[in-house]
């Protein structure tokens, strides 16, 4: 079992800052061998994809994120970062941190996520 924490989100002004982090911890997970990512959630739309990095550091960004989003990690700490810059006025979004093993398809372990607001 995998269990992944978030921090950072929180209420920031259109063209502001913001940088989530994401804690992993767990019997089975190990930073050499499981992707990271983070995803979001606006109410009334699907879950989308921001950004996933690889343990050796390839990164996939959304188009509507590539430019403004940087997503890192460190696998000494077990930890994942989204720094979020040039927020664009949308819906609140609840963004989730993911995990799977690398020989698995999909994200298999989600945090409980955490809520951005970009509002004047």
């Known amino acids: 079992q995998v269990q992944l924490v978030e921090s950072g989100g929180g209420l920031v002004q259109p063209g502001g800052s913001l940088r989530l982090s994401c804690a992993a911890s767990g019997s089975i997970f190990s930073s050499d061998t499981y992707h990271m990512g983070w995803y979001r959630q606006a109410l009334g739309n699907e879950r989308e994809l921001v950004a996933t990095?690889?343990?050796?550091?390839?990164?996939n960004y959304a188009d509507s994120v590539n430019g403004r989003f940087t997503v890192s990690r460190d696998n000494a700490k077990n930890m994942v970062s989204l720094q979020m810059n040039n927020l664009n006025p949308e819906a609140p979004a609840v963004y989730y941190c993911?995990?799977?093993?690398?020989?698995?398809?999909?994200?298999?372990?989600w945090g409980k996520g955490t809520l951005v607001t970009v509002s004047s």
């Open positions: 993911t995990a799977r093993r690398s020989y698995l398809p999909l994200f298999d372990s």
């Open positions: 990095i690889t343990p050796g550091g390839n990164i």
